[in-house]
């Protein structure tokens, strides 16, 4: 078995694969559809992080995948869709970079709030400017949180140990943690905020929902902070509220359009205004995220291929699953019909094949079936499983 992995993925990622018996392919940086078309020809698995897209079209070309790993957290950068129809499992690391996503965050916002940017830059400019006008303690300052998930909830435990006031808005239901209060819209977290961050999902519902009109209803003298999606704000529309100074201060990590390599030039409309923080998405990337999200994305692929287990896949049907109870084991992808799972069994019945553990579950329009059976089974029977109408994907992994 053949893997891909891309855009310098954590060593671990590769041990991990290695270890598993399975052929590891790194590269470095991104690839365009039509690089990514020829370079999976003969490959099984595939990771990738943010700058990377698999599409419709790829999982239709790359015929041998199986499964990929988007080691991230965020899937949008994979036709999730496409990947249930060809049976193609597809996994993340949901929790992994938190914690350095929400360190960053609390840093900007302090550096913000006394306008390091600014005193940063003339000093390398050889100005001495000392001087505490528009600096403030974050002491007593609230803190709008607009996403209130992973991230945005342990922020929001922070930045309350840090001595500030939390608000939060999200669009489901969530447990205010501590102190935090939640707010009833993000007009009224807007208006009562003096530092707004976005840590919201990739889902394309959320494009472009932060715009002029939110900026102007944010208050006079307030900072601003992106660290999740770049296609959800309205970058022009920051820089104006930055030039008028409407805004104080802002912190961007993630672009609507970002180079796909190391080393390759970049613009944006935000580059020179005062105090600004302007990072090239790493707001996730500290060695210890890294590592941790190369271990755990690596280790839910290798689970897949040895056993089966979907646990924690973001597309299928979840069965955690470890050593075959059997001599032989047979994952059985299928749409989700009634009468799949009896239709299953007769043919192990009408060979003679016997069953000695069994686990399903569905999702959506799939269902997962894994059998393990003992000695015996055909390849008639096999060929039988793989004929059935709801067949989408037959597996046998020993």
Known sequence: MRALLLENLHPKATEILTDAGIEVTNLPGALDEDELIEALDGVELVGLRSKTTLTAKVFDSATGIIAAGAFSVGTNQIDLAAAVRRGIAVFNAPFSNTRSVVELAVGEIIGLTRRLPEHNRLLHEGVW?????????????????????????????????????????????????????RMRSLAELLEVSDIVTLHVDGRPGNAGFFGKPEF????????????????????DALRDSLESGHLAGAAVDVFPVEAKRKGDPFQTPLQGMANTFLTPHIAGSTEEAQRDIGIFVATRLRDYVEHGST???????????????????????????????????????????????????????????????????????????QAMPQTVRLRILS
């Not at 208050?219 to 296609?231: A, C, E, M, Q, T």
């Open 129 to 181: 400017s000392k001087s505490a006008d528009g600096a403030h303690e974050i002491r007593g300052r609230t803190v709008g949180i607009v996403g209130y998930g992973n991230i945005g909830s342990q922020l929001s435990v922070i930045a309350e140990a840090l001595g500030l006031k939390v608000v939060f808005f999200d669009i489901a239901e969530k447990l205010a943690l501590g102190n935090a209060t």
């Open 216 to 235: 102007d209803r944010m208050k006079k003298g307030s900072v601003f902070l992106n660290l999740s999606r770049g296609f959800i704000v309205d970058i």
């Open 311 to 385: 646990s924690l896949s973001v597309n299928l049907p979840n069965l955690s699953l470890e050593q075959t109870t059997g001599s032989h084991r047979l994952a059985h992808l299928h749409q989700n019909v009634p009468g799949v799972l009896a239709a299953v069994n007769n043919v192990f019945a009408s060979h003679k094949v016997n069953i000695e553990g069994q686990m399903l579950a569905t999702r959506g329009e799939l269902g997962y079936v894994v059998t393990d059976v003992a000695a015996g089974i055909t390849d008639k029977a096999i060929d039988e499983l």
